[in-house]
């Protein structure tokens, strides 16, 4: 048995993320995104009605949402922008590892932080030289005494520069793959970091993203997060939690290009008639709309399995990809839609397309999620 309502709680926090999208977002999106603005104003305004941080638990000052409330706020404020969204949601990201594998102590210390401060945090696993294969990182670590020190470069990483804190992801020995890498959470103003925001990107451009250098910073043990050796599978398990998140982002702005597209469908007038009257254009938008209720069930389908502690590797990956693929093909016919008003930035819908890219892009691209769920296929055999 199961049910397609959502309760009357998840409601509300659909409506306060809508008129947040509608009143803070949107009339602020495009400057952003031409001027590569980052949106401390609008974070700092949504810290401050609790939409940032969700899934902090309640015991660290946090709201103690669960992923598939998460995902129902996410898909609003994305359909907004994607870019400042992402500004605002990547705590989420670098907050995940401490909820899987964190002591109380550093749950405490740096979740709380979180949620008592306006503040932000990153999640560093990414490299020039390792992005798609993980296990190939070539940040290391060495203990000295007691202590850890850690030698590396992180690229692409999300609020870098603007992170008060880091989870980090380093090998013992690159020999090792997998098994040498653990994971560490540390203060971001350590001796021996340098960050530098990377910029001029396709999409999303109102969101930081970062080098970050690390130079001999050492750090206690109790920066350690969960058991030596453990941060490959830590890394992993926090994807299969945060992908889902990619499928609201896509629902977010495809509902948004399907919206944008629909409207001017029934204003733009050819051959003496709205565009809309031709079955060609209603073709494009029908499709787009099977895509997303599709996009939705997946989605909401990983997150619920989540919040029931079942494993959800596949489905988050199934999510994961037929989003990030279809927020592609959606915003790309609703540039079509437009024509060449279409291709202009005087309009929405460029730019909707140019953030929907990077779904196929992040936290493991739309082949590694194919990898994931053929390997388990033939797994099975
Ligand atoms: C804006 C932005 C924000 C990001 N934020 C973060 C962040 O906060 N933290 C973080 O750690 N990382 C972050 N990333 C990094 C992101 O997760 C990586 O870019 C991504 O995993 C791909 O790695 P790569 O760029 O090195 O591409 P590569 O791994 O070099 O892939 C290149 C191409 O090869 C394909 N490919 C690679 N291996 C295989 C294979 N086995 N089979 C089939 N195809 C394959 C890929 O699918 C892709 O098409 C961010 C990236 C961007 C662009």
Redesign the pocket.
Known sequence: MFSFEISPEQQQLKDLAKKFAAEEIIPVAAQHDRQELFPDVVCRKAWDLGLMNLEVPKEFGGPGLGVLDTILILEELNYGCAGITNALA?NG?AATPLLLAGTDAQQRRYLGQLANEFTFA?????EPG????VAGLSSTYRQVGDEFVLNGV?H???NGTVASWYVVFATRDKNLRHKGISAFVLPADLPGIRTTRMKD?LG?RA?D?AEIVFEDVTVPRSALLGEEGQGFRIAMQTFDRSRPEIGAIAIGISQRALDEAAKYAMVRQQFGQPIGNFQAIQFMLADMAIDIEAMRLLTYKAAWMIDRGASSSIVSSYAKAFGGDAAVRITTDAVQVFGGYGYMRDYPVEKLMRDAK?LQ????????QR?VIARDLLKQR
């Open positions: 990547a990201l990153a999640f560093c696993a990414t390792a992005g798609s294969d992180k692409f990483i999300s990107k999303q969101a993203t990077l892009i992040y936290e493991g691209t739309s082949q590694i990898v």
